[in-house]
């Protein structure tokens, strides 16, 4: 480049840089200068980490919120996340939470004595965990796959939610009925029983265990007609408490690994 060239070229980069053009020379700083081997500062890196918590949190907090469309995996950028979030005390607490809330709820009630005030309870991550089905399975990472998740069920070793089975425990000591609305299918009907109960449910010979594949809504319309008042309701899902003929309360657990609209 010959002189008057070279100062041109001088000139121009003042000007861009003086009135702010186009010119993206600090957008990415980590590209320019660009060494053979990028390092990235520690500080830069627990920023990334921390912002994908956040997004990872405010996904998880729109899922439980019912805010999401329809979800078949969690993002794929939030799989360590999940893990942690699942194993760790987040979700325990997260658990205890709702269970002290809906126990509080049964214990101010004043039931009736004609023995029809009914609470409901899902099974699965509801009364049931699969979490080490799901630790398999990425935590919600891999699409639900029904025929290895029905071998898992046979195998009847879902362990407890404890503090589920605590609330299970004060309202049947309330006197409440209590009614098992489950998606798990009528063939499956023995193999849960016997998981609830080696898993410390007390399960009552005359107590209600409905399939409710298609719509939960319409068996709890069932329960109502044979005379129940559904005081009380505790699910992982959505499509566990909302709809019609719906709980007087209803109280929603934590499950981010996936959704059943
Ligand atoms: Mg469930």
């Known amino acids: 480049m010959d002189f008057i060239g070279y100062t041109m070229f001088l000139c121009l980069v003042s000007i861009a840089l003086c009135y702010d053009i186009d010119i993206d020379l600090d957008l990415d700083p980590d590209l320019l200068p660009r060494p053979l081997i990028v390092e990235f500062p520690d500080t830069r890196l627990k920023n990334i980490t921390e912002e994908l918590n956040m997004q990872c949190t405010s996904w998880r907090v729109a899922a439980e919120a019912n805010n999401l469309g329809p979800w078949k995996t969690i993002p794929r950028e939030c799989a360590e996340y999940m893990k942690e979030y699942m194993l760790g005390r987040s979700y325990k607490i997260d658990l205890e939470t ?3 809330e809906a126990e509080a709820y049964a214990n101010s009630l004043e039931l009736e004595e004609d023995g029809m005030d009914a609470w409901v309870f899902d099974i699965d991550e509801t009364l049931l965990s699969n979490l080490p089905y799901y630790a398999d399975h990425g935590f919600g990472l891999d699409f639900f796959d029904s025929a290895q998740f029905d071998r898992w069920i046979l195998e009847g070793v879902a362990p407890v939610i404890k503090p589920s089975l605590k609330l299970y425990e004060n309202v049947l000591r309330l006197g409440f009925k209590i009614i098992l609305l489950t998606g798990r299918g009528e063939n499956r009907r023995n193999v849960t029983i016997t998981n609830l109960t080696n898993a410390g449910y ?11 594949i298609a719509f939960k809504s319409e068996k709890r319309e069932e329960v109502i007609d044979e005379g129940f008042r559904i005081l009380g309701n505790l699910g992982d899902q959505w499509s566990d408490l909302a709809g019609t003929s719906i709980a007087s309360r209803s109280f929603k657990l934590s499950n981010p690994m996936y959704y059943i609209p």
């Open 202 to 212: 007390v399960i009552g010979e005359n107590d209600h265990e409905k399939s409710a």
């Open 98 to 100: 709702v269970s002290k």
